[in-house]
C-alpha cells in the first residue's frame, strides 16, 4: 500500500445499497496513509451516514452546493485531489455525468476535476445490461475515465447476477495499481496504428478488412494511463478514441498509414502496429466510376508498403517495436519468423480458433512471442484487460 501514501482523494457516494460499503475503503485508504475528503448525493446520505464517514476520513463530509452561510468550492477540491473515486456510481448519477448535469456537489467536483477519475457503478443486472447505460459509460470512457468492472453475485433486488459494485479491497488494490501504474511510461512516446485501411479501387469503392480498431484503440489508451506520449494512427473506424491525451490522426490506405507511420519514426520510444493494414492494393484507382459490363472483371493489386517492416529497417536498440499476427497455419512457426525478418521485439499472435477472438469481438486470446525466445500464452479476455497485459509486456522489454 505504500503508493497510497500522501495522495489526495476525493471519494463520491451516490445513492446505490453498496454505499454500505465505503467506510471500509475509506479507512483502508486512511490506513495507508492517503488524504481522504468524502462528497455524497443527497441519495447517498439515505444508505450511510455522513458521521461515520466523517470520522474515518476525518474530514468534513460534503453534500451541499451552499447552505446557508458558505458555497462549497467545488473548483478548489476538484484541484486537490490527485485521484477521484465515485464509488458506488448509480444509475442515475451515471446518466447525470453522462449528460454533464451539475446539480449537486458531487457532479461539480466531477466537471471541476483535473485529476484522473475512477468509477466504480453499482446498480441491478436489467440496469447493467440496459443499452442507455452502455451508452452512458461510453461517454465516461472517453472522457478518460478508468472504470471499474462490477462483479457477478448477489444484488439487493434478491436476484443474482452482474452489477454488483466491486469488492472494497479490490477498489483500493485498483488504486494502488492506479498510481504505481500511472508514470511507467512518463516521458516515453509511443505510436500505435489500428483499424483497417480502405484501398480505393474507384471513386465509389474501396477494397477493405473487418478490423474494428479495438484492440489498437485500447493499447493507445493503456500506453496513456501509464504516462506516455500516444500518437494513435487509424484507419477508418466507427469507434472514437477514448482519451482526450490521445493524438489521433486518420488516415484511410495502407499508403497512407505507411507514409504517416514512418514520418517521424526515429521519435518514438515504442511503436505498436495493431493496424490490419492491407497487404495489397488496386495497381491503377479509375477515375470514374466503373461502369458494369458483360463478362468478367479483373482487378490487378500490388502489394502495399510493409509498414511493421519499414519501422523494423530503421530501429534503433532503444526503440521497441510490437507487430501483430494472424495466422491460419503454422501459427508459431510463422509468428517466430515475423518477429525475426521484421525485426520486432515482441509478435502478438490472435488465436483465430478460439470463439470471441480476434476481428470485431469486444475479447480477445493472444501468445506473445518475444525475441528473446520467451512465450507467453494469455487467456481471453477482454480487450481493454488483455492491453494492460501487452503494455505490461512492453515495459517488461524495456
Ligand atoms: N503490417 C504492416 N504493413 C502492411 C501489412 C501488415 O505494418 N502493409 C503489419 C500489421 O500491422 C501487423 C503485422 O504487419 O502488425 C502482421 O500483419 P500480417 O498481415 O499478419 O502479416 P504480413 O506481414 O502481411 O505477412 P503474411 O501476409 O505473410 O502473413
Not at 475528503?37 to 451541499?64: C, E, H, R, W, Y
Not at 478460439?354 to 480477445?364: L, M, P, Q, V, Y
Request: neutral net charge.
Amino acid at each position: 500500500m505504500l503508493m497510497l501514501a500522501g495522495k489526495k482523494i476525493i471519494i463520491g457516494i451516490t445513492g446505490s445499497i453498496a454505499a454500505y460499503k465505503m467506510p471500509l475503503v475509506v479507512r483502508q485508504l486512511i490506513k495507508a496513509g492517503a488524504e481522504v475528503k468524502v462528497i455524497m448525493t443527497p441519495a447517498g446520505t439515505d444508505f450511510v451516514s455522513k458521521l461515520t464517514l466523517s470520522t474515518l476520513s476525518k474530514n468534513t463530509v460534503l453534500v451541499d452546493l451552499f447552505d446557508d452561510q458558505s458555497w462549497a468550492n467545488h473548483v478548489e477540491l476538484g484541484r486537490w485531489a490527485d485521484l477521484m473515486l465515485i464509488a458506488p456510481l448509480s444509475c442515475n448519477t451515471l446518466a447525470k455525468i453522462a449528460a454533464g448535469q451539475c446539480d449537486n456537489l458531487l457532479l461539480a467536483v466531477y466537471l471541476s476535476a483535473i485529476c484522473p477519475v475512477m468509477i466504480a457503478p453499482a446498480m441491478d443486472e436489467d440496469m447493467w445490461h440496459h443499452p442507455n447505460t452502455k451508452k452512458n459509460l461510453e461517454v465516461l470512457r472517453g472522457n478518460g475515465n478508468i472504470i471499474l468492472n462490477t462483479v457477478y453475485g448477489e444484488l439487493a433486488s434478491g436476484l443474482i447476477g452482474e452489477g454488483r459494485m466491486a469488492e472494497p479491497e479490490d477498489i483500493v488494490a485498483e488504486m494502488e495499481h492506479f498510481f504505481k501504474t500511472s508514470n511507467q511510461l512518463k516521458g516515453k512516446k509511443a505510436l500505435v496504428s489500428a483499424g483497417p485501411t480502405y484501398e480505393a479501387i474507384d471513386p465509389v469503392r474501396f477494397i477493405g478488412n473487418h478490423s474494428s480498431g479495438k484492440m489498437g484503440y485500447a493499447i493507445a489508451d493503456e500506453l496513456a494511463n501509464r504516462g506516455a506520449e500516444v500518437t494513435l494512427v487509424s484507419g477508418p473506424v466507427s469507434i472514437q478514441s477514448k482519451n482526450k491525451k490521445i493524438k489521433l490522426v486518420s488516415v484511410t490506405s495502407a499508403d497512407e498509414m505507411h507514409t504517416t507511420c514512418t514520418a517521424d519514426s526515429a521519435s518514438y520510444d515504442i511503436a505498436v502496429m495493431a493496424a490490419a493494414i492491407a497487404d495489397y492494393t488496386p495497381t491503377v484507382v479509375a477515375d470514374q466510376k466503373i461502369k458494369k459490363k458483360e463478362g468478367e472483371l479483373t482487378i490487378t493489386l500490388k502489394k502495399t508498403k510493409d509498414v511493421l517492416g519499414s519501422l523494423g529497417k530503421t530501429k534503433t536498440k532503444e526503440q521497441i517495436l510490437v507487430g501483430f499476427a494472424l495466422e491460419t497455419e503454422n501459427e508459431k512457426a510463422n509468428a517466430q519468423k515475423k518477429l525475426e525478418e521484421k525485426n520486432a521485439d515482441l509478435i502478438i499472435l490472435n488465436s483465430l480458433k478460439d470463439e470471441g477472438a480476434g476481428f470485431g469481438h469486444d475479447t480477445n486470446k493472444v501468445t506473445l512471442f518475444f525475441k528473446n525466445g520467451k512465450e507467453k500464452q494469455i487467456e481471453l479476455k477482454s480487450k481493454s484487460a488483455l492491453a494492460k497485459d501487452i503494455v505490461d509486456a512492453i515495459i517488461e522489454i524495456k
